[in-house]
């Protein structure tokens, strides 16, 4: 298990007291960007290991909120293995949350002022965690399917909120891409024959999507449909 530091947090708002559980600076390299219907993290692959880890504590810790700062952070140079939305908006923080915990975004600015040094510790994800697929992908569409992820932004962050099992079940799917990628980037990474300084990238990446009666409701509040997780091998800044 490859251990990554954090740093806990006890804060007290009102009536409520949160355990709130930072990513401490690491390797790799993340950055989430808005992109208007969906969301873009960009990731090398320690960058991944750092997401996975906060991730697994997230469908092991129901009562404690996952912070990733993210904001600020600049995007990989060179060329991406995919568009990048122009108008897209700046980078964003990162919150996982079990849906049980009944967080309200429009808390996190008060709660985010308060976080102090914290405690550091270190976490990493298990070797057995999220090793086995649910079946997820065959219930997803049914009505009475309730395991889905459910996005919000608030106070420049995008709040990942869902059970233990959603939580799972994508991180079968962020494991397997920080399995796979770097092979599949090297099995398909080739140059221009035009242009031979010019590198062509595979596009690997991931597709974490809500439920889809949340997303594209014209009467309602715009809701992200996706978090879109994009392996970015070649970051250099």
Same mark, same amino acid.
């Given at each position: ?41 960009? $990731?090398?692959? @320690? #960058? +991944?290991?750092?997401? =996975? *880890?906060?991730? &697994? /504590?997230?469908? !092991? ?25 122009? $108008?897209?908006? @700046? #980078? +964003?923080?990162?919150? =996982? *949350?079990?849906? &049980? /915990?009944?967080? !309200? ?29 649910? #079946? ?102």
């Amino acid at each position: 298990m490859e251990e990554q530091p954090i740093t806990v947090h006890r804060i007290r708002s009102g009536a409520r007291e949160y355990r709130v559980v930072r990513s401490a600076p690491g390797p790799g390299r993340l950055v989430l960007r808005d992109e208007h219907h969906w969301m873009t993290l960009y $990731a090398d692959r @320690p #960058g +991944l290991a750092r997401l =996975l *880890a906060l991730w &697994s /504590l997230a469908a !092991r810790s129901p009562h404690t909120l996952l912070y990733l700062p993210l904001r600020g952070r600049p995007m990989p140079d060179g060329p991406l293995p995919g568009p990048v939305s122009e $108008a897209g908006q @700046p #980078g +964003l923080d990162l919150v =996982l *949350a079990h849906h &049980s /915990l009944g967080f !309200r975004p429009s808390a996190w600015k008060e709660v985010r002022a308060r976080l102090g040094p914290g405690r550091p510790q270190r976490t990493g994800t298990p070797d057995t965690e999220f090793t086995v697929r649910s #079946g997820r992908a065959e219930r997803f569409h049914h009505a009475e399917f309730r395991d889905h992820l459910h996005f919000a932004t608030a106070a420049g962050t995008l709040f990942v909120t869902a059970s233990a099992p959603a939580f799972r079940d994508a991180g079968a799917e962020l494991r397997s891409l920080l399995a796979d990628a770097p092979a599949v980037h090297h099995r398909h990474y080739r140059r221009h024959p035009d242009l031979p300084e010019v590198p062509v990238y595979q596009h690997v990446c991931v597709e974490l999507s809500t439920a889809p009666t949340r997303h594209g409701d014209l009467h309602g509040p715009f809701l992200p449909g996706m978090l879109h997780v994009q392996y970015c091998p070649e970051w250099a800044y």
